[in-house]
């Protein structure tokens, strides 16, 4: 895989429906090395650090190949590199390019790598804001993007260093649980579970890498399925 694009962006105020919102989604691709250091790259800051931003948020990776959907999804729009808000624009999936499948589909939770000197690990999927429908003129868009699958995901950074655009990003190591990004964004939003569903959440709160916030959730979610069950 490959480091396509390196993305930083600092607070700014814009105004949306009316009032005032300070949102720091307005990424640009950065030229040279960035030092990427355990909360943030730098250059690049947050504006509400009770969802956004911390040590399981440090980058938000997402794949190019999802530009070419949106392309066609948004014609006439003009996408460029960290339009999403992605600090980190990648290419290079094999699989993805082999079977069409999304790069959500290949990464799972926990999978480990490394970026220039820096190490990461894949900690969750983005569940965006209304901030993003802010980026894009449309309340819609928020819906848009969970429905088409292409949520991107974070990094944790396991060990801080220098990162540039053209670096290639190695698998370090392979979460043994193999709980794919998309598949935990799936069930964090599925009203039902069935049987393998649960097996999957289980497998998924065996993932070291996973937040605390979203293994609580899940185990809430398991309490309800057995209480139906009994």
């Known amino acids: 895989m490959k480091l396509v694009s390196v993305n930083t962006g600092v607070p700014r105020e814009v105004i949306w429906h009316g009032r005032m919102v300070t949102t720091a989604i307005f990424k640009k691709s950065v030229k040279g090395r960035v030092i990427l250091r355990r909360l943030n790259l730098e250059g690049d800051r947050q504006a509400d650090l009770t969802v956004h931003g911390g040590e399981h948020k440090?980058?938000?990776?997402?794949?190019?190949?999802?530009?070419?959907?949106?392309?066609?999804?948004l014609p006439g729009r003009e996408l460029p590199m960290g339009m999403f808000g992605e600090n980190f624009t990648m290419d290079g999936i094999a699989a993805v390019r082999a079977t069409g499948s999304l790069a959500e589909d290949i990464i799972h939770l926990g999978d480990q790598f490394s970026?220039?000197?820096?190490?990461?690990?894949?900690?969750?999927?983005?569940?965006?804001?209304?901030?993003?429908?802010l980026r894009f003129g449309s309340d819609d868009m928020v819906r848009r993007f969970m429905v088409s699958g292409r949520t991107g995901f974070y990094f944790g950074v396991t060990r801080e260093g220098e990162v540039g655009a053209g670096?290639?990003?190695?698998v370090i190591a392979?979460?043994?649980?193999?709980?794919?990004?998309?598949?935990i964004a799936r069930l964090y939003a599925a009203k039902r579970y069935g049987d393998a569903d649960v097996a999957s959440v289980r497998r998924?709160?065996?993932?070291?890498?996973?937040?605390?916030?979203?293994?609580?959730?899940?185990?809430?979610?398991?309490?309800?399925?057995?209480t139906l069950e009994s």
Request: some cysteine.
């Open 58 to 73: 440090a980058v938000y990776c997402y794949a190019l190949t999802h530009y070419d959907y949106w392309r066609k999804e």
């Open 115 to 133: 970026a220039g000197t820096a190490e990461l690990v894949v900690t969750q999927p983005r569940l965006p804001c209304y901030k993003l429908g």
């Open 167 to 170: 670096d290639e990003i190695k």
């Open 174 to 183: 392979r979460d043994a649980n193999a709980v794919p990004v998309s598949e």
């Open 204 to 226: 998924a709160l065996r993932v070291a890498a996973l937040p605390e916030s979203w293994k609580a959730y899940f185990r809430e979610r398991l309490e309800k399925v057995g």
